[in-house]
């Protein structure tokens, strides 16, 4: 069936460097994979998306890399900062007209000062 | 930008309670969704809808129902709450897609935590 699934449940990094987050995903047909940002007390946020057309995409201080041959989606985050201390779901569409995204289970990232 | 509320944040029910969530969105979306969200199990989809009066189930339809009367509104029922169902809600919000730009990006709610006692 489809899953995602994350490698690590929790990172912990010092403020300044880069984090790394790792998500897996079963389902070979997803087109359109997102990772959100969940805070404290609030609903998830949208970071980044990219397409299956692409292996890269670049935001602020932001990049997903996508492998199609493992299956393997990555978040990478430059010059963490204590701000970026949240949970990260990772998040794929499998298509169909209404979609219906299948998250994975969340990595907690700790920012430490 | 898109906005998403729940009507409320923090709820405490007791079993066998009514339980009504409610979930109002401002951008016209078509797509409406109600997820749980536990620890260690991540965001479950309960039920979805996609237009006025339509509804499908999700991952885990049992022990809820929902409505769609309006565009704009979604809400979701609990008849008769158990503790098992004690858990964050969150209701979220996505544009239909039917051209090769839209990509299915979900816009949530802050969500609503119930406890039920």
């Known amino acids: 069936g489809e899953s995602v699934g994350l490698h690590l449940p929790t990172l912990s990094v010092q403020e300044g460097d880069n984090s790394i987050i790792n998500c897996a995903y079963s389902?070979?047909?997803?087109?359109?994979f997102i990772w959100y940002k969940q805070e404290s007390g609030k609903g998830p946020q949208f970071i980044i998306d990219?397409?299956?057309?692409?292996d890269k995409r670049q935001g602020q201080r932001v990049t997903v890399l996508l492998n199609k041959t493992v299956k393997h989606l990555s978040l990478q985050i430059a010059a963490t900062q204590p701000g970026d201390s949240a949970v990260y779901f990772c998040?794929?569409?499998?298509?169909?007209?209404?979609?219906?995204?299948?998250f994975g289970k969340g990595t907690l990232l700790t920012v430490n000062p | 930008d898109v906005k998403v509320t729940q009507s409320s944040r923090y709820l405490v029910k007791r079993t066998g309670e009514k339980v009504f969530l409610e979930c109002v969105q401002d951008?016209?979306?078509?797509?409406m969704f109600w997820y749980r969200q536990d620890p260690g199990l991540g965001l479950r989809l309960i039920y979805f809808?996609?237009?006025?009066?339509?509804?499908e189930k999700g991952d885990i339809p049992e022990g809820y129902s929902v409505s769609r009367e309006k565009k704009e509104r979604f809400s979701l029922i609990l008849e008769s709450a158990s503790t098992n169902q004690t858990s964050m809600y969150l209701c979220?919000?996505?544009?239909?897609?039917?051209?090769?730009?839209?990509?299915?990006?979900?816009?949530f709610g802050e969500g609503s935590r119930l406890t039920v006692l």
């Open positions: 979220a919000s996505s544009a239909f897609g039917t051209s090769g730009k839209y990509t299915g990006e979900l816009f």
């Open positions: 389902n070979s047909a997803s087109d359109y």
């Open positions: 990219i397409r299956s057309n692409m």
């Open positions: 998040a794929e569409n499998s298509g169909g007209s209404n979609y219906k995204l299948t």
């Open positions: 951008m016209d979306h078509e797509n």
């Open positions: 809808s996609y237009d006025v009066k339509m509804k």
